[in-house]
């Protein structure tokens, strides 16, 4: 295996890793978002107000995109799997 083989498969790994949690963090992240400004307008300033409406967030978008995510990963490791012989004599 070459050097360039071995980036190439990293740099695949870190674009899936990124594309598969993007979803998840972006809900989390709108979430959190609204529930900081429904606490600003209301002044209530209590910290575990938001971690129950991110953590319902996260599991209905993860129960969402799980099929996505699991072909996702699947033909990902396929590939990886099928690549073997041809990485061997690289």
Known sequence: MTPENAMTIG????????MISAPILLSALITG???SI?????????????FIPKLL????VIAISGPWI??????YVHRLY????WLAVS
């Open 38 to 50: 429904f606490q600003a307008a209301t002044q209530i300033n209590e910290m575990t107000l938001s």
């Open 82 to 85: 099928t690549d073997i012989p």
């Open 57 to 60: 967030v996260m599991f209905l």
């Open 11 to 18: 740099r695949q790994a870190l674009e899936i890793t990124f």
């Open 70 to 75: 699991l072909s996702v990963i699947t033909d």
């Open 33 to 35: 978002l609204i529930v």
